[in-house]
């Protein structure tokens, strides 16, 4: 599973970050990004669910 962030429709407010801290981190320039390129077995239903939790919708999954 892949996991990336749509920057231009991410918002910043952190909440994959919060909920997610291992998978994901918010930048200076108030973007999220995925700490993972590939995302590891065991993150991969945290990934769908920080996904799914998005407002923005910025959170994609690709198999
Ligand atoms: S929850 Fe979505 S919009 Fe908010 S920081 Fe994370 S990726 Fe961006």
């Known amino acids: 599973m892949k996991c990336r962030i749509d920057p231009s429709l991410c918002e910043g407010h952190h909440r994959c970050s919060g909920l997610y801290p291992d998978l994901f981190e918010v930048g200076q ?7 993972f390129g590939e995302v590891p077995e065991d993150f991969e239903i945290d990934a ?3 996904a799914n939790s998005c407002p923005a919708g910025a959170i994609v999954i690709e198999y």
């Open 48 to 50: 769908q669910s920080a």
């Open 29 to 35: 320039d108030n973007k999220a990004r995925v700490k």
